[in-house]
C-alpha cells in the first residue's frame, strides 16, 4: 500500500486556487459513509461477511445505486418480491425505499459498492 492510501487517503489536484480529491484509497472508501466524489454524489465501498445483512436507509432525498463487485445477494426492497443477484448485477433504491441485502454465499465476502446522489 502506498504513504498516501494510509494518510490522507486521497490525492488532491489543484485547479486554480481550489484543490479537487482526484483519487481514493480503499481505507477511505471502506469508511464511514465513503467519500464525496463530487457535488452531490457520494461511495462507499462495504463489504459483506456470510450470513451478513446491510439494512437500506429510508431517505426521501437520496437514489441509491448498488452494484454487486462481488459475490451473491438476496435483495428485499419494500413491498417487493425478494430477488437474487450476483457479481457485476446493480441495484436502484428509489427515495423513500427501504429493505435489507443479505450476503447468502456459504463461505465468501461480498463486496458491494454503495454511491449516493442526495437529490
Known sequence: MEDWEIA?????????????KIAF???A????????????LYFRVQTLSPGQTQLL???ADT?????V????????????PAFLI??????????????SIRNIAG?????LHITTLML
Do not use: W, Y
Not at 472508501?29 to 452531490?40: H, S
Not at 437514489?63 to 452494484?67: D, N, T, Y
Not at 463461505?107 to 463486496?111: A, L, R
Open 8 to 20: 490522507p487517503g486521497c490525492i488532491r489536484e489543484t485547479v486554480g486556487t481550489k484543490q479537487e
Open 57 to 59: 436507509e429510508v431517505s
Open 69 to 80: 463487485a462481488e459475490g451473491k445477494v438476496r435483495v428485499k426492497l419494500s413491498n417487493e
Open 107 to 111: 463461505s465468501g465476502d461480498v463486496v
Open 63 to 67: 437514489i441509491g445505486l448498488i452494484s
Open 29 to 40: 472508501l471502506c469508511t464511514g459513509n465513503g467519500v464525496k466524489a463530487c457535488e452531490d
Open 86 to 99: 450476483g457479481t457485476h448485477g446493480m441495484i436502484k433504491i428509489r427515495p423513500g425505499v427501504g429493505g
Open 25 to 27: 484509497s480503499k481505507p
